[in-house]
């Protein structure tokens, strides 16, 4: 039992550290801007590796075969499972169920570390956006998803 929720809290805390390396890291910052030009799918990938909440499905695909156990197959000893004469819907199903889970215990996984970080004064004091006021106050000039603070201008007249 405890194999397995070891492999499941991994299988979470991988896709969310895979995620938010890819995301919003500068190591792969030159992929991100390549992938714009990819013919025909260059929008879509451009989406996709570059909204942490997208690529987190895909990303669990991958870890959900990894993960032991079974969550839906055991129907199949039941009374509807006898009706069906083949498994393969059950695992089907136990594995679309598994990418569901992940994905969004890797998402509550990741708000959970985002709102704790944000208010550890230790972390924010080593952000290149955090500066410390006369008081040793520590103040941020911008939100971690960068709604705010960002030298991005806004398109449009700024008149």
């Given amino acids: 039992m405890i194999e397995y929720l070891t492999a499941w809290v991994a299988a979470v805390v991988f896709v969310e550290a895979t995620v938010e390396i890819e995301v919003n890291s500068k ?3 030159g992929f ?3 992938i714009v030009g990819v013919k025909w ?9 570059s909204c ?3 690529l987190s499905v895909w990303v669990s695909a991958a870890a959900a075969l990894f ?14 499972g006898k009706l069906v004469a083949s498994k393969l819907p059950f695992v089907v199903a136990d594995y679309l169920f598994k990418i569901f889970v992940i994905h969004r ?7 959970c570390v985002y709102r704790w970080l944000e208010r550890m ?3 924010l004091a080593f952000k290149p956006e955090a500066r410390i006021d006369d008081d040793n106050v520590i103040e941020t000039m911008g939100d971690y998803h960068g709604s705010e603070g960002t030298d991005i201008e806004p398109e449009g007249d700024n008149q």
């Fill in 27 to 29: 190591l792969f910052s």
């Fill in 32 to 34: 991100r801007g390549r």
């Fill in 41 to 49: 799918v260059g929008w879509y990938l451009n989406g996709l590796f």
């Fill in 52 to 54: 942490g909440y997208c």
């Fill in 67 to 80: 993960v032991p156990g079974d969550i839906i197959t055991p129907i199949a000893t039941s009374a509807l």
């Fill in 105 to 111: 215990l890797a998402n509550i996984w990741h708000e």
């Fill in 121 to 123: 004064p230790f972390v």
